[in-house]
Antibody
Framework: EVQLVESGGGFVQPGRSLRLSCAAS????????MHWVRQPPGKGLEWVSG????????AYADSVKGRFTISRDNAKNSLYLEMNTLRPEDTAFYHC??????????????WGQGTLVIVSS | DIQMTQSPSSLSASVGDRVTITCRASQDINNYLAWYQQKPGKVPKLLISAASTLQSGVPSRFSGSGSGTDFTLTISSLQPEDVATYYCQKYITTPPTFGGGTKVEL
């Protein structure tokens, strides 16, 4: 069974940093692109960032470009999101999700339960 | 960037009703469209890929159609367990944008 388990969320002040992790299991991690998608409580879905199987292609939403960095460690079956200069509007559940293929981009399936990031003073 | 617009943003229907949700792309996206269902308190679940390909295990009352810029998700006979928010998403190109969602209530 494919499992994606996020961690690293929490309460942080504006301007500070946070690093999210996603532990993947149940599939051959380095065969698939991966993504981060966020959802503010009670609101819609926003794609944040994606990374291909070999990290050759990385993309970001304009709203996080220059502040967030996605990375992966295929040896550890893990996906990461380094978030710097956080803003209140970054408050959301952050979901790790698996792409259908190795390259850029397909549909997303499945999704992790998410980790909540709250940015507030 | 290509924008994805869903309508309506919410709807109320009765059990057994036929429900149709529309998703419009601001540019031609061929059939590179997926539909997701998000039940209250749950994570999104993939229903349909390539505009009309039903995922394994998804009830046959769900169907998708369209190509180019206009797409629809249809529930042929609404069931209580279909109460959820539905999202379309275009993929292939960056960014893989989601529509704003359609909340379906009974």
């Amino acid at each position: 069974e494919v499992q994606l388990v996020e961690s690293g969320g929490g309460f942080v002040q504006p301007g500070r940093s946070l690093r999210l992790s996603c532990a993947a299991s149940g599939f051959t991690f380095d065969n698939y692109a991966m993504h981060w998608v966020r959802q503010p409580p009670g609101k819609g879905l926003e794609w944040v960032s994606g990374i291909t199987w070999n990290s050759a292609t990385i993309a970001y939403a304009d709203s996080v470009k220059g502040r967030f960095t996605i990375s992966r460690d295929n040896a550890k079956n893990s996906l990461y999101l380094e978030m710097n200069t956080l803003r209140p509007e970054d408050t959301a559940f952050y979901h790790c999700t698996k792409d259908v293929g190795p390259g850029s981009w397909g549909w997303f399936d499945p999704w992790g339960q998410g980790t909540l990031v709250i940015v507030s003073s | 960037d290509i924008q994805m617009t869903q309508s309506p943003s919410s709807l109320s229907a009765s059990v057994g009703d036929r429900v149709t949700i529309t998703c419009r792309a601001s540019q031609d996206i061929n059939n590179y469209l997926a539909w997701y269902q998000q039940k209250p308190g749950k994570v999104p679940k993939l229903l349909i890929s390539a505009a009309s390909t039903l995922q394994s295990g998804v009830p046959s009352r769900f169907s998708g159609s369209g190509s180019g810029t206009d797409f629809t998700l249809t529930i042929s006979s609404l069931q209580p367990e279909d109460v959820a928010t539905y999202y379309c998403q275009k993929y292939i190109t960056t960014p893989p944008t989601f529509g704003g969602g359609t909340k379906v209530e009974l």
